[in-house]
């Protein structure tokens, strides 16, 4: 599954279980699961969770892979807060209260005041959830790192809030250590995820504590505890010292950081999210879809749908995935469309003949006697004359068209003339016949360019498509038309993915999240279908527009 092949299927799901969803916006349930599966599209995050014993060097750990020291290690943690760690450009932490809606933005050194046993005894603050953002590089690959309070027989709590946490993860880090085996209720958590399939890794810790010779001896046994359990796909087990990866961290040695362990299993970890983490996140996507689907009723072409997207998706499983895709914007790469080239030079050059164009009303007689030859403007250019010109300079440029349409309204009644011609005859506008010619120059200019090196091409020229249009006209080369054409296809395909990604994230109320070519998506859409705002293109198809007898497409033309 290449990277533009995971945005389709993930559009395709997003919009699956919105048809899905439509209609049920009166029930609060159907409004928080749903804005909860686009929040978790939207942001294509990946939960790794890390379980395991109390004291085991979790926290430690992370710290380590993170590249922080950030998070208390050496706490008794609060029975019933999942601590996650996801990317931010600044350390901040943001606590979630069981009765408060509006959470806290805390300073990260205050973290323990709120997680921990001994800063929030009996948790009296009442906190539920902790988010972390830090700027490490690691978590920038788009996954989330979640810490849970540990496992262990002495607290029912811990376990059983890390269990029912289980599902959220998307891949598990069991951490265990070497001063003492495998407990019961880490082997329990191997017991729930190996026939998900859910990938896995075995990390045991404090590899210091121990000489070489016992590491092996405690290795061994844990492989085969392991193994027992998990049949049909053994870990990876992996043996560090989350102390020795934290100095070589401070110490900036790289040595002692492979030496550490935590640098192959970060490695291991890093790799596995790179080639697999695409269609695992999907497919898990795709079950959550399915779980909402059976519970509903007349969603039998969505279910259809589902079928064969996760068939699609199941398909593409274990074939590379481009590496570029992994959290970030699967598109930005390629050529965006912002405004039209053609159409910001037609604009500057009818600027500047709008204001010569005013001023010689104001001072030549046969200008405006020219006007009210030609019954004025279009209505659009009317308007675009009035934005560039004084008050003064309407009344002296059209007074005579005023009257020249008194004198004909007087001639009708005279004569009794058919009610058709009231409104008087169409404009022949004078600065719809310049945009013409200018736009005209403009495209001429530019294919003359193409026709004479193609080399001109390896940039997008971004252009709308009544201008390519015209553009393609006079390109006589056909290897740099095909050329000219696919750059605007991949362009327009890649719009439109902005433009679902835009709707994914806004439903999801993740509108932070969204950049800048995604919120531009809107007006750049449009901008490709009817050129530049405010400049009106005379005629859709440039070949059937006659100067000086068109009315502008914009305004009165439409209607007709
Ligand atoms: N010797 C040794 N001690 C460690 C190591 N990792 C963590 N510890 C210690 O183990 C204790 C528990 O660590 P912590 O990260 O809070 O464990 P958690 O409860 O699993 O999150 C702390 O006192 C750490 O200093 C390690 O690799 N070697
Ligand atoms: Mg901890
Ligand atoms: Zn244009
Ligand atoms: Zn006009």
Redesign the pocket.
């Given at each position: 599954m290449d990277v533009r092949e995971y945005a389709r299927a993930k559009f395709e799901l997003a919009a699956i279980m919105r048809s899905a969803w439509m209609g049920l916006d009166a029930d609060p349930n159907v409004v928080r699961v749903s804005r909860d599966f686009f929040a978790r599209l939207a942001e294509d995050r990946f939960n790794v969770v890390v379980v395991?014993r109390?004291?085991?060097?979790?926290?430690?750990l992370m710290n380590a892979m993170l590249a922080t020291t950030r998070l208390p290690?050496?706490?008794v943690?609060l029975t019933s807060v999942i601590t996650t760690v996801a990317y931010g450009s600044t350390e901040v932490a943001v606590i979630e209260y069981r009765k408060r809606h509006f959470p806290d933005r805390i300073d990260l050194g205050k973290l323990s005041e709120y997680i921990t046993e001994r800063g929030n005894p009996g948790n009296v603050r009442g906190v539920t959830n902790a988010h972390i953002e830090l700027p490490s590089e690691l978590l920038l690959r788009g996954f989330h790192f979640i810490d849970t309070p540990?496992l262990g027989s002495s607290v029912l709590e811990n376990t059983l809030t890390t269990e029912s946490f289980l599902p959220e993860a998307d891949a598990v880090v069991l951490?265990t250590s070497f001063d003492g085996a495998l407990s019961e209720e880490e082997l329990r958590v191997l017991h729930r995820t190996a026939p998900t399939l859910r990938p896995t890794f075995i990390v045991v810790?404090?590899s210091?504590?121990v000489s070489p010779e016992q590491r092996e001896e405690a290795l061994l046994h844990i492989r085969t505890q392991v193994s027992a359990v998990c049949e049909t796909r053994m870990p990876p087990v992996f043996s560090v010292?989350?102390?020795?990866a934290l100095a070589a961290r401070v110490e900036g040695d790289a040595g002692k950081w492979q030496e550490s362990g935590v640098a192959s299993f970060e490695q291991e970890l890093t790799r596995f999210l790179l080639d697999e983490k695409q269609s695992v996140f999907l497919l898990q996507m795709c079950s959550r879809a399915a779980v909402a689907l059976d519970a509903m009723e007349n969603v039998v072409a969505e279910r259809e749908r589902l079928a064969a997207l996760s068939a699609r998706v199941r398909k593409g499983d274990g074939q590379a995935t481009t590496s570029a895709a992994i959290g970030g914007e699967p598109t930005a790469a390629g050529p965006r469309f912002h405004s039209c080239r053609i159409c910001r030079q037609i604009e500057s050059a009818m600027y500047t003949f709008l204001c010569r164009y005013q001023y010689d009303l104001i001072a030549a007689d046969d200008a405006r006697k020219r006007l009210a030859d030609h019954w004025g403007l279009c209505d659009l250019h009317t308007w675009q004359y009035e934005s560039v010109a004084s008050p003064r300079g309407v009344c002296i440029g059209y007074a005579g068209l005023i009257e020249r349409h008194a004198a004909r309204l007087r001639r009708i009644i005279r004569s009794g003339r058919e009610r058709g011609d009231v409104a008087g005859p169409a404009p022949q506008c004078d600065l719809c016949a310049a945009y013409s010619e200018s736009e005209r120059e403009i495209t001429k200019g530019i294919a003359d360019g193409l026709n004479a090196r193609s080399a001109e091409l390896r940039r997008y020229p971004e252009l709308c498509l009544p201008h390519l249009g015209l553009l393609a006209e006079m390109v006589e080369r056909d290897d740099v038309l095909t050329a000219l054409l696919s750059m605007e296809a991949s362009m327009l395909e890649d719009a439109a993915e902005d433009m679902h990604r835009y709707v994914l994230k806004f439903d999801a109320l993740r509108r932070p999240l969204l950049s800048a070519d995604e919120e531009g998506a809107a007006r750049h859409a449009l901008a490709v279908l009817a050129g530049k705002d405010g400049l009106c293109i005379p005629g859709r198809h440039p070949h059937d527009h006659h100067v000086g007898t068109h009315e502008c497409s914009g305004d009165r033309g439409a209607a007709s």
């Open positions: 395991g109390f004291n085991r060097g979790k926290t430690s290690v050496g706490v943690p540990g951490v810790n404090k210091d504590m010292s989350a102390r020795t």
